[in-house]
């Protein structure tokens, strides 16, 4: 069956990087995208970016242009993200979602990630 | 790229029908088929309900319908169960790439 597995939950400081992992199973890694999006605590959901694991090609949100880097590892089925500049506003549970190619839909989510950023 | 505007709250007793809007603009939800809907209970991860405007996908409840008219789309939940009791979002891709989402509307069942 398809599972998104992701990493734990990982506690930053101000200014830091952090670098969250969605480990893929159950089909063909590099036929599908990989969206994330992320929750605030008591906000709505937020969405990230997306990698195209087919050509390497990712979009940004416009919000987090020139912080986050999204790739992935074939040899492992893994997608990461990466976000730099940590601030107390990045502090969100952060979800993958897989997006089979060009149906514009989110059809199978990750169990989150929480990332806290405190000084 | 502000989000797409939900109400905050919707209420029913079980057994009724409830619909909520999901309003954006003409370079999203009016300009593309591609509205998508999701229940989220929190501390779980999200579940597709409809994508494509009014598309079920396998297992989801006939109960969910969705539809779209101009630049808002909507959700209608009928037969109002206890289960239903969660948070949803709507998605729409938008012109340029990328997508935004709702700012969430939770049901609650009386």
């Known amino acids: 069956q398809v599972q998104l597995v992701q990493s734990g939950a990982e506690v930053k400081k101000p200014g830091a990087s952090v670098r969250v992992s969605c480990m893929t199973s159950g089909y063909t890694f590099t036929s599908y995208y990989i969206h994330w999006v992320r929750q605030a605590p008591g906000q709505g959901l937020e969405w990230v970016g997306i990698i195209n694991h087919r050509i390497h090609d990712t979009i940004y949100a416009q919000n987090f242009q020139g912080r986050v880097t999204m790739n992935r590892d074939t040899s492992t089925n893994t997608v990461y993200m990466e976000l730099s500049s940590l601030t107390s506003e990045d502090t969100a549970v952060y979800f993958c979602?897989?997006?089979?190619?060009?149906?514009?839909?989110?059809?199978?989510w990750g169990q989150g990630t929480l990332v806290t950023v405190s000084s | 790229q502000s989000a797409l505007t939900q109400p905050a709250s919707v209420s029913g007793s079980p057994g009724q029908s409830i619909t909520f809007s999901c309003t954006g603009t003409s370079s999203d939800v009016g300009g593309f088929n591609y509205v998508s809907w999701y229940q989220h209970y929190p501390g779980k991860a999200p579940k597709l309900m409809i994508y494509g405007v009014n598309n079920r996908p396998s297992g989801v409840s006939s109960r969910f319908s969705g539809s779209k008219s101009g630049n808002t789309a909507s959700l209608t939940i009928s037969g109002l169960q206890a289960e239903d009791e969660a948070d949803y979002y709507c998605s729409s891709y938008k012109d340029g790439g990328g997508y935004v989402l709702g700012t969430a509307t939770r049901v609650t069942v009386l």
């Open positions: 979602a897989r997006e089979s190619p060009e149906t514009f839909y989110f059809d199978y």
